[in-house]
């Protein structure tokens, strides 16, 4: 148990449907993050959110939306995915010292995400 | 070339075996991370450090960050570490974004 929960753990869908992810943390910790974890790559960064501002968008498209409504919960609205969006989605938080020192990251077990 | 480097990607180990996993990055960074990903999905922070070393239990990590590189050990290896190691860097400046390696693959037979 880290402290970050997702839900839901599993999560098929067709391209036009709409859904979303959610995670909550409950370290009071002030930063969360999106990553994605798609077949034999490595983790990318998808969303950051720094005291519930928006810091980083590392190039995602827009049929992912993020939202972070309190520094406890986060987001992640889906809509019109392709099959190549398949992947497990890691929610992760940390306590930050200001905006560009990350502290250690705590991680949720992940949404897996398939597209049909 | 990803700027992150993690060796071996496949390791096999008996139990009790001392056990080392290597990262190297070509860039400047602020910290880095290991972290534990076990088969479910669940990522585990094990380290953050910015330089020397740091010990946790049966882990070990250590960092040089002229040769930029750092390693990860475990000792007296067991089963229950079969997981994949994953090393993550933060480059200077770039705010909270972590640089990933591909990740060890770690088996302990008993």
């Known amino acids: 148990e880290t402290g970050v929960t997702q839900t839901p753990r599993h999560l098929v869908m067709g391209m036009t449907n709409k859904k979303s992810l959610k995670c909550e943390q409950h370290l009071g910790h002030n930063a969360m993050y999106w990553y994605k974890q798609s077949a034999k790559k490595p983790l990318e960064l998808m969303f950051v959110y720094n005291f519930k501002e928006q810091t980083e968008n590392n190039s995602v498209p827009s049929r992912f939306s993020p939202e972070c409504p309190n520094s406890s919960h986060l987001f992640l609205h889906l809509h019109t995915l392709q099959p190549e969006d398949s992947a497990l989605y890691l929610c992760?938080?940390?306590?930050?010292?200001?905006?560009?020192?990350?502290?250690?990251?705590?991680f949720g077990e992940g949404s897996r995400l398939t597209v049909l | 070339k990803n700027e992150v480097e993690q060796s071996p990607q496949n390791l096999t180990a008996q139990e009790g075996e001392f056990i080392t996993i290597n990262c190297s990055y070509s860039?400047?960074?602020?910290?880095l991370h290991w972290l534990q990903q076990h088969p479910g999905g669940g990522i585990v922070s094990l380290f953050m450090?910015?330089?020397g070393k740091k010990k946790h239990g049966r882990l070990i990590a250590t960092i040089n960050i002229q040769e930029k590189h750092s390693s990860l050990h475990i000792t007296a290896s067991h089963p229950r570490d079969s997981a994949v190691y994953i090393c993550?860097?933060?480059?200077?400046?770039?705010?909270?974004?972590?640089?990933f390696g591909g990740g060890t693959r770690l088996m302990v037979k008993p």
């Open positions: 860039v400047g960074i602020s910290a």
């Open positions: 993550a860097v933060r480059l200077r400046n770039a705010g909270n974004m972590l640089t």
């Open positions: 992760a938080s940390s306590q930050n010292h200001d905006r560009a020192n990350t502290g250690e990251l705590f």
């Open positions: 450090l910015s330089s």
